[in-house]
T-cell receptor, first 113, second 112 residues
Framework: KQEVTQIPAALSVPEGENLVLNCSFT??????LQWFRQDPGKGLTSLLL?????REQTSGRLNASLDKSSGRSTLYIAASQPGDSATYLC????????????FGTGTRLLVSP | DAGVIQSPRHEVTEMGQEVTLRCKPI?????LFWYRQTMMRGLELLIY????????DSGMPEDRFSAKMPNASFSTLKIQPSEPRDSAVYFC??????????FGEGSRLTVL
């Protein structure tokens, strides 16, 4: 059974810092991996989708990498801003039954001005 | 596109009452998912549909829960009778094949 872990559970940084959020998964037979952010009381917003054949994806200040063989993905946020404060979740799609995303428990990020 | 639209945003009801949550997926998307989010259990997949047909309902907690998708632009999740332990945020999400999953804003359910 696929298990997705995100460490740390919470992170607090001053504005302007570059930071890395981690996502680990136990079964490397994944189809793709998606990063989301969730603001309090809101739904999940898709940030980046990485296919299993890809190593990384970039969108603005965000860069997500994928190392399928080691069961790891990272989300790099450059020059963090207070508006980046949110909970970040990763979710993996399996090779089989690939519509069933398995979510991590998230990292709660606070960027202080 | 307006995105995935859910209603109601908030629902407070008493134990034993019937609750109906509604979802309009993004036009053109062929997959629709219902998730439940709680502090204790995180995000749980309840059921998903492909082209309006339920594919996997193994996450539905018990017979009190039912979901329908009568057409490509509408789905409901019904709880009858509701119980306090059903209190959670219920999300609807949609995607086109295996591409990005898009979520609605959620329906926050409180059962007293």
């Amino acid at each position: 059974k696929q298990e997705v872990t995100q460490i740390p559970a919470a992170l607090s940084v001053p504005e302007g810092e570059n930071l890395v959020l981690n996502c680990s998964f136990t079964d490397s037979a994944i189809y793709n991996l998606q990063w989301f952010r969730q603001d309090p009381g809101k739904g999940l917003t898709s940030l980046l989708l990485i296919q299993s054949s890809q190593r990384e994806q970039t969108s603005g200040r965000l860069n997500a990498s994928l190392d399928k063989s080691s069961g790891r993905s990272t989300l790099y946020i450059a020059a963090s801003q207070p508006g980046d404060s949110a909970t970040y979740l990763c979710a993996v799609r399996q090779d089989t039954g690939f519509q069933k995303l398995v979510f991590g428990t998230g990292t709660r990020l606070l960027v202080s001005p | 596109d307006a995105g995935v639209i859910q209603s109601p945003r908030h629902e407070v009801t008493e134990m034993g009452q019937e609750v109906t949550l509604r979802c309009k997926p993004i036009s053109g998307h062929d997959y629709l998912f219902w998730y439940r989010q709680t502090m204790m259990r995180g995000l749980e997949l309840l059921i998903y549909f492909n082209n309006n047909v339920p594919i996997d309902d193994s996450g539905m907690p018990e017979d009190r829960f039912s979901a329908k998708m009568p057409n490509a632009s509408f789905s409901t999740l019904k709880i009858q009778p509701s119980e306090p332990r059903d209190s959670a945020v219920y999300f609807c999400a949609s995607s086109f094949t295996d591409r990005e999953l898009f979520f609605g804003e959620g329906s926050r359910l409180t059962v007293l």
